[in-house]
């Protein structure tokens, strides 16, 4: 398995194209660019099944190409008796990162859970990672920050989750 495909296990970034995501609306363009440090493209809509479920889950992608990178949030209903912070620690795409070495840092803040990975020297093609989590409003709510050259610190990618968690309706 590929690292992005790894790290997707974590996120899961594949995207199917369709329907309008509701989770664009959640963050503008100045917002991930004042997080990033560079202008991102215009934001790419997609949804996916949840496996195992008939739920939807609504995501968004923005690439920002000058870092190689890209910022995905991803909302969906919150499953009853689910502990997001459970969800997000515990899962293959995690487990298969430490079982690589990889380097965490992470940070419970009560409403989310948030983790930063950066990979062992010996990665020929590294990927850091970023990435917070809650459950406001019943909504299973994520933003991660990918890119092979920078991590966004704990601190700003839970900027990035605050103000999108802001704008769920």
């Known amino acids: 398995m590929t690292l992005p495909l790894q790290i997707g296990g974590l996120v899961v970034v594949l995207a199917l194209p369709g329907s309008a995501s509701k989770t664009c609306s959640l963050l503008t363009l100045a917002d991930v660019e004042a997080a990033v440090g560079a202008k991102p493209e215009e934001p790419h809509p997609g949804e996916m099944q949840v496996p195992g479920t008939n739920e939807t889950m609504q995501m968004c992608t923005w690439v920002v190409r000058p870092q190689q990178a890209q910022i995905l949030i991803s909302a969906a209903r919150m499953p009853p ?3 997001v912070k459970a969800l997000v620690m515990n899962n293959k795409g995690m487990d298969s990162l430490r079982a690589q070495k990889w380097t965490e840092e992470s ?3 009560g409403n989310a859970w948030c983790v930063v990975m950066s990979p062992p020297a010996n990665i020929k093609e590294p990927m850091f990672m970023s990435a917070c ?3 406001p409003k019943g909504t ?5 920050y990918i890119s ?3 991590k ?3 601190d700003q990618t839970k900027t990035l989750l605050d103000k999108a968690a802001a704008q769920l309706r």
Request: charged share 20%; aromatic share 4%; glycine share 4%.
């Open 81 to 83: 008796g689910t502990d």
């Open 107 to 109: 940070k419970d803040f």
């Open 133 to 135: 989590a809650s459950a």
């Open 140 to 144: 299973v709510l994520s933003v991660t």
């Open 148 to 150: 092979p050259t920078k």
């Open 152 to 154: 966004l610190s704990i």
